[in-house]
T-cell receptor, first 113, second 112 residues
Framework: EPEVTQTPSHQVTQMGQEVILRCVPI?????FYWYRQILGQKVEFLVS????????KSEIFDDQFSVERPDGSNFTLKIRSTKLEDSAMYFC???????????FGPGTRLTVT | ELKVEQNPLFLSMQEGKNYTIYCNYS?????LYWYRQDPGKSLESLFV?????AVKQEGRLMASLDTKARLSTLHITAAVHDLSATYFC????????????FGAGTILRVKS
């Protein structure tokens, strides 16, 4: 069964450093998302992406964040200058249609020290 | 601002018992999802409910949606230990371009 994959599974970085989280969505999916979950808290929407542009972003997704689909398969989330409060599990998700539910990847645990 | 409230937030139950998790939301939506999350793992899709009165069942879990009451329930029948996990409901705000707003999650522990 096709699945969303994410790399790395765990990333440790120092405050102020840039990180790129990578995702490979399911191949025939057209809608891509990033969500995050701070430890022990609820899952929060960050951004949705369709047709090579952001379709919606939350207030969490400020100028420090960016997303890109650099080729036909990868979908990346970049955090330019990480803060301690960026420590969380970051989930990538994709869906074939906006009317269908998103499939979530296994997540990347980001630890900012 | 849309609010999605789940209760209870923590549920400890004996094997073999029945219980219901409730998910209330504060605005109109025609799409509600239930996900399961095991510790340290991703979100596994359980159910998508698309219309008022929708009912879906899989094994010992049954989900329903009442859009008029803005309420979804996840009913657990004759719980078994393997159902121990965190269960999230999520509401899709389609008018804002397709994003999910999650509830806080219900931690379910089934004791043998």
């Amino acid at each position: 069964e096709p699945e969303v994959t994410q790399t790395p599974s765990h990333q440790v970085t120092q405050m102020g450093q840039e990180v790129i989280l990578r995702c490979v969505p399911i191949s025939n999916h057209l809608y891509f998302y990033w969500y995050r979950q701070i430890l022990g808290q609820k899952v929060e929407f960050l951004v949705s992406f369709y047709n090579n542009e952001i379709s919606e972003k939350s207030e969490i997704f400020d100028d420090q964040f960016s997303v890109e689909r650099p080729d036909g398969s990868n979908f990346t989330l970049k955090i330019r200058s990480t803060k301690l409060e960026d420590s969380a599990m970051y989930f990538c998700a994709s869906s074939r249609d906006r009317a269908l539910f998103p499939y979530f990847g296994p997540g990347t645990r980001l630890t900012v020290t | 601002e849309l609010k999605v409230e789940q209760n209870p937030l923590f549920l400890s139950m004996q094997e073999g018992k029945n219980y219901t998790i409730y998910c209330n939301y504060s605005t109109t939506s025609d799409r509600l999802y239930w996900y399961r999350q095991d510790p340290g793992k991703s979100l596994e899709s359980l159910f998508v409910l698309l219309s008022n009165g929708a009912v879906k069942q899989e094994g010992r879990l049954m989900a329903s949606l009442d859009t008029k009451a803005r309420l979804s329930t996840l009913h657990i029948t004759a719980a078994v230990h393997d159902l121990s996990a965190t269960y999230f409901c999520a509401v899709d705000i389609r008018e804002y371009g397709n994003k999910l707003v999650f509830g806080a999650g219900t931690i379910l522990r089934v004791k043998s």
